[in-house]
């Protein structure tokens, strides 16, 4: 298995209010990049996180826990949302959703 994809893990935090114009700042994303092995998740997985098949949903590990806090992940130009997160001895997996 090769951990040679990057992924980003996003933190937004959101932009502030400006009592002058009365409108909000945008948003800023910090991204903390990881290198991970991505491979499609399989049908027993789907099943048991989402009652059936969901088209793009990707398994995402990595070789070590991660533990900051973030938001949303980022591969590629793609931006998904954790549904599912395991633990493991040493490694640490998500399974993941397409956001729209």
Do not use: C, W
Not at 26 to 31: G, I, L, S, Y
Not at 51 to 64: F, N, R
Not at 67 to 88: A, E, H, M, Q, W
């Amino acid at each position: 298995m090769r951990y040679d994809t990057p992924v980003y893990f996003q933190k937004i935090t959101p932009g502030e209010y400006d009592p002058k114009t009365g409108n909000y700042a945008d948003d800023t994303v910090e991204e903390t990049m990881r290198y991970a092995s991505i491979m499609d998740t399989g049908t027993d997985m789907l099943k048991l996180v989402y009652d059936g098949p969901k088209q793009g949903s990707l398994t995402i590990q990595l070789q070590t826990h991660y533990t900051d806090p973030f938001d949303r992940i980022r591969v590629g130009k793609n931006v998904y949302s954790v549904d599912f997160s395991r633990k493991l001895l040493t490694k640490h997996t998500f399974v993941v959703s397409e956001v729209q």
